[in-house]
């Protein structure tokens, strides 16, 4: 137990130095946390939940989770029930709003990140098959802490942690709350396909995000330090393999705050098949996917994912870690499941 509390309070304090945003594995699945011009990218209707478990091999699991909603508001301020983003009009007269929120707990509570999002979009139509979006997002956040439950590196006497050696560390304040801001651009192509042809599909999506505009003081260890911005660049495409209802589905995601970078790419092969609605007796899309993906000096993810009638989603993910601390972890990292519900649309503009 001392080991562990010992590998706890290095990872934490190695938290803090690097200043990393919390983040899932499973990053399609968290478009507020990625670029808020991908709010209403998945359809009129979205509601979607979210839970990590991770280093519960090493100490008290670190738990991130989060619940979404999007919706998508016409100009004269009543929801969009059906149309689709993809429309054959020059511009899509309206705006997509979303409402996030995120808690972050690492091993025991000692920190506690809670984040709440209001982002807004609106999609450009260049032609009938590329499109332009826009996007702001502003947050409120609350960090805490408890500092009572702290192990640091110099409460190591050299053979084990003694609680009676007193930390050179302080804290100005144990709980603060914070304003923050940032902003996106994505491209995506769709070809407007319908919906009943499983073999066509061909699709992407290319974005950029700033985070932390507002550039936020610290106030834990390094009091009146500015947060790092943090630089988002994204992507997926989704392509049918030949005539069969196979499709592939890479996409990429990197990220830059300050001295940490993040790399995450990887693929899904994704198998649909038809399936119709007992309420419309329309065609819609069931699919099932699985894939790996790997980030950088860390983890490898491993990724599957379950579509039903294009509107209710189960995804699961679990990360194995190849990182400095396999040895204590034993490889194993945190599990991700996550549950979506989209609205089903005309057409397949959506990022899955």
């Known amino acids: 137990m001392r080991k562990r509390n010992y590998i706890f309070g290095f990872v934490f304090a190695a938290t ?36 990590k478990d991770q280093w519960k ?26 149309r689709s983003t993809v429309s054959k009009q020059k511009v899509f007269n309206g705006i997509n709003a979303g409402l996030s929120f995120f808690s972050d707990k690492t091993g025991d509570g000692a920190l506690t990140t809670n984040k709440i999002n209001l982002s807004i979009s609106t999609f450009l139509a260049l032609n009938k098959n590329n499109f332009i979006s826009v996007g702001i997002q502003n947050s409120y956040i609350q960090r805490k802490v408890n500092a009572g439950n702290f192990i640091f590196p110099d409460q190591y006497n050299g053979s084990i942690y003694d609680p009676s050696l007193k ?25 407007n396909q319908k919906n009943f042809d499983v073999a066509n ?7 950029f995000s700033v985070y932390h505009l507002t550039k936020a003081k610290d106030q834990f260890l390094f009091p009146g330090a500015d947060s790092y911005l943090r630089y988002v660049v994204h992507g997926d495409l989704v ?30 092969l994704k198998h649909s098949f038809k399936g119709n609605s007992k309420y419309t007796g329309k065609n819609r899309r069931n699919s099932f996917g699985y894939g790996l993906f790997y980030r950088n000096k860390d983890a490898v993810v491993v990724s599957a994912v379950v579509e039903l ?11 194995v870690n190849i990182s400095g601390l396999r040895s204590a972890s034993s490889y194993r990292g945190g599990f991700e499941v996550g549950l979506k519900y989209t609205r089903a649309k005309p057409t397949l503009y959506q990022k899955k």
């Open 16 to 51: 803090f130095v690097s200043a990393q945003d919390l983040h899932f594995s499973q990053f399609n699945e968290t478009p507020a946390l990625v670029n808020p011009a991908l709010t209403g990218a998945d359809g009129p209707l979205k509601i979607a939940l979210i839970n």
């Open 57 to 82: 091999s090493v100490t008290t699991a670190f738990r991130t989770y989060g619940a979404t909603f999007e919706t998508r508001i016409t100009l004269s301020g009543k929801a969009d029930k059906g």
């Open 167 to 191: 930390s050179s560390e302080s804290f100005a304040t144990q709980s603060y709350f914070y304003m923050d801001a940032a902003a996106g651009v994505l491209w995506s192509y769709d070809h």
């Open 201 to 207: 599909q061909f699709r992407s999506h290319i974005g």
């Open 239 to 268: 392509k049918s393999l030949g005539k069969s209802n196979l499709a592939i589905a890479p996409s990429f995601l990197l990220q830059f705050q300050g001295p940490s970078t993040e790399i995450l790419i990887g693929t899904l």
């Open 309 to 319: 009638a294009e509107q209710y989603t189960v995804v699961f993910g679990y990360d």
